[in-house]
């Protein structure tokens, strides 16, 4: 492992931690929902917009678009878009983004291959997630798979290559669980914590939706040896809204992501008691947390999935936070060096392997 300690793996290879720049630490570039029993994330429309549903993408229909994305198969299905892709990092890169994390993994069709390519046409560094998604995404197969099996597969796509490539994984995850945490999913987070001992690499969690799960995720982590300092716990913004009971996870010692900037619905249908919060209200919480001296354990993301998120059809796009978020935040209370903790150092230390 000594090649790999001091450095970020790339999906173009090793580089050092201060190339990064600016990273946007859980996106998806090549996100495909899969038909039939995968298409999990597949809500029906409302009674009577079922005609809307089949033909989103135009102007009159972008609010509608916006309220119910997951109710249009077409809209799940992010990777018919990789020119659009393309064209965004590049505007990313233009407006001073130097990464991304890319968070598909097994089970949501990733596409290391298209990943290798997207970096080579546009310049920006981008690393791809080894391990499994959430249960209903796991085979017949994974489900099957002993702790040491799972182990000894993510290592591999870290150390040799994923999905048959030469093409090295620099993070594992997202690795999804739900509430509660299956016993499958279980065996993932063990695999998890004893890959990250082995490879002393970078985490990312999808925690299930439910405020208890982020702690529970970890106590399942760390009694199998994992390493809380180098784990992102994701999603935060959908899951603890209490300010005490973040503190108290916050004191736990993983990151904390906000990562659904530019998500702004009245109904979300994953979990219908969750009042999705505004971006301004997102902003809110990072000035929160950053008085309460945990800049050091920020990162954003935008945990782009679907096709109405891109500009082309009418959405924020990956240069959002960059473009909008940021002159909000420095409005509100944090500074040009916490931003810059939040965008760069933050994210440079997560992804550096010890």
Known sequence: ??????????????????QLGRTMTHEHLTYKHLTTKFDFM???????DEAVAENPFQMQHMHWLQQNPYSCHENLQLKKDNDAVRDELLAYKKAGGGTVVENTTTGIDRDVSSLRQLAKDTGVHIIAGAGY??????????????????????VSEVIHGADGTDIRCGVIGEI???WPITDSEKKVL?????????????????????????????RILQEAGGDISKTVMSHLDR???????????????????????????LNYPFNLEVDMPSDSQRVKILAFLVKEGYEDKIVVAHDIHT??????????????ILKNIVPKMLTRGISQ????KILIENPKHWLTFK
């Open 337 to 340: 060096h916490q931003v810059d």
């Open 307 to 320: 096709r109405n998120r891109l500009t082309i059809n009418g959405g924020h796009g990956y240069s959002h």
């Open 239 to 265: 899951t603890i809204f209490d300010e005490g009971e973040l503190l108290e996870f916050a004191n736990v010692g993983s990151y904390l992501e906000y990562d659904l900037f530019g998500t702004e619905m």
């Open 133 to 154: 998604y959430v249960d209903c995404t796991h085979t017949d197969a994974t489900k099957k798979m002993s702790v040491e099996k799972l182990t000894d597969t993510i």
């Open 1 to 18: 492992m000594s090649e790999l300690t001091g450095k970020v793996q790339t999906v173009l290879g090793l580089v050092d931690p201060d």
């Open 176 to 178: 999804g669980t739900g």
């Open 42 to 48: 597949y809500v029906p429309p409302p009674p009577g």
């Open 190 to 218: 063990q695999a998890t914590a004893h890959a990250q001992a082995q490879l002393g690499c970078p985490v990312i969690i999808h925690p299930g939706r439910n405020h208890a799960a982020p702690a529970e995720i970890v």
